[in-house]
């Protein structure tokens, strides 16, 4: 069974950073694709950036030179790095993989940016 566990959310102000985990335990492997999605109070959760197996990026244009994505295989984590965040910022944030057509996520993980 597939885990994706979420971590490194919290509070900050704006203009601050913060690096979130999601650590998958060994549970997938060679994954198609994996990222990260948002879903703010009252709004549909949006993509915030995606990474694809060949190393395609796909990145919101809300975040774009702000958020980074990264991986470390041998752990089975992967990283969302966010950089001057902002107020609009503030969300639950989800990892996500993709693998053979099966989309599988985490919990989520609160992100609060003060202005």
């Known amino acids: 069974q597939v885990q994706l566990v979420e971590s490194g959310g919290g509070s900050v102000q704006a203009g601050g950073s913060l690096r979130l985990t999601c650590d998958s335990k060994g549970t997938i492997s060679l994954a198609n694709a994996m990222g990260w999605y948002r879903q703010a109070p009252g709004k549909q959760r949006e993509l915030v950036i995606v990474m694809t197996s060949s190393g395609e990026t796909t990145v919101a244009d809300s975040v774009k030179g702000r958020f980074t994505i990264s991986e470390d295989p041998a752990k089975g984590a992967q990283y969302l790095h966010m950089n001057n965040l902002k107020p609009e910022d503030t969300a639950v944030y989800y990892c996500?993989?993709?693998?053979?057509?099966?989309?599988?996520w985490g919990q989520g993980t609160q992100v609060t940016v003060s202005s």
């Open positions: 996500y993989v993709t693998k053979n057509g099966d989309e599988f």
